[in-house]
């Protein structure tokens, strides 16, 4: 198969990844959250339950007191007054803590706390009936449709086994007192309502694992996508290349242009050439200001002849010195006896002195 048939055959890079996080593209299950926060509002309501229902029966003898003793009707408006504050109280401790769950199990699946302007930012596409239409065909929407159907039947299942095992005790309802009753019932609606949730909690999971294998699936790339990447990220290979040339070309020029400097220019003969400078004021060794290879070794040769650079000729010295050594290096110790006698004989030959 063609590398461009555009068939997302790669899975996503990192980079693809980190870049769909900033904008709010994460695996993300809607159903965990429904359900952690239905489960922490469950357990709040549990716990909270006997402080709750002193509170209301607290209101209701308040209430009646204020009643006996005005012995009549009391104002309307201050009841409704009486009974808004006491559920304000009951009702904001419970949608806090719901709150905070709810934000707690979304942040944890989006890896961390974020806020992506792009993701809540008004989208016109979206008011585009004939691309509404398109989306509500999709197989996802399929699928969330069916999520759906399916939670009503296991919250009708959860209701219909709980109603069945405790039947009898609903038949004997006749014979029991109100609070009694009350009691029956609020147990029967606890039962069903942990029982679901839990069960809903299951396949929340389940569906979160669907969810993260489904948005990686959507995040794979193709093998373009890659290349296009790699470039993008580490630069087209062609640019690098040209300018790594360049710059071997500017090291180039600098070397040549040390080369009239040198004290010495030692050869291959042909192959290489390494040109030396001993300043002593400089540095304590013989530097090698330029060396070369071939075509390189002759360019510094014809300069240092131009120059009337001193050449010699010493192929093991050469070689090992080109191997060994980098440009703007001083020598290492091993070769200090050799380059010295190199030295000595130019000075002797040429009747020139050490510099410095």
Request: contains cysteine.
């Amino acid at each position: 198969m063609s590398e461009d048939s555009g068939e997302k055959t790669e899975e996503a890079s990192g980079h693809k990844l980190n870049q769909a996080r900033q904008k709010g593209q994460v695996p993300k299950s809607m159903e965990i959250s429904a359900s952690v926060s239905l489960l922490a509002g469950g357990f709040f309501l549990l716990v909270m339950a006997p402080a709750g229902w002193d509170r209301v029966v607290g209101i209701y003898r308040h209430i009646h007191s204020l009643a006996a003793a005005s012995g009549q009707e009391l104002d309307a408006l201050a009841i409704s007054q009486l009974l808004s504050k006491e559920a304000l109280t009951l009702i904001l401790p419970l949608a806090l803590f719901v709150l905070l769950a709810s934000v707690a199990i979304n942040v944890y699946q989006l890896g961390g706390f974020m806020v992506v302007g792009s993701a809540i930012a008004p989208k016109l596409d979206k008011l585009n009936m004939v691309a509404g239409l398109g989306r509500m065909f999709k197989l996802r929407t399929l699928v969330d449709c069916v999520k759906s159907v399916f939670k009503l039947f296991v919250i009708f299942l959860v209701g219909y086994l709980v109603l069945r095992d405790r039947l009898e005790e609903f038949v004997l309802m006749v014979d029991m007192a109100p609070v009694a009753i009350a009691s029956l019932v609020l147990n029967v609606a606890t039962e069903i309502f942990f029982k679901t949730v839990l069960l809903l909690l299951a396949l929340a999971i389940l569906d979160y694992g669907y969810q993260r294998w489904q948005f990686m699936q959507d995040m794979k790339m193709t093998k373009q996508e890659v290349k296009d990447e790699y470039k993008q990220i580490e630069g087209d290979p062609i640019v690098k290349n040209r300018i790594r040339q360049a710059q071997r070309e500017a090291s180039k020029r600098r070397q040549l242009n040390q080369v009239p400097e040198a004290d010495v220019v030692i050869t291959n003969p042909t192959h290489y050439a390494v040109a030396l400078l001993y300043d002593q004021t400089q540095a304590p060794a013989p530097v090698v200001v330029a060396k070369g290879q071939d075509f390189m070794a002759l360019r510094i040769k014809d300069i240092a002849k131009e120059a009337k650079v001193p050449i010699v000729e010493n192929r093991p010295l050469a070689q090992a010195l080109y191997r060994a050594v980098d440009v703007g290096q001083t020598i290492p110790a091993e070769f200090y006896k050799a380059v010295a006698d190199v030295l000595s004989y130019i000075y002797r030959v040429k009747g020139r002195k050490k510099r410095g």
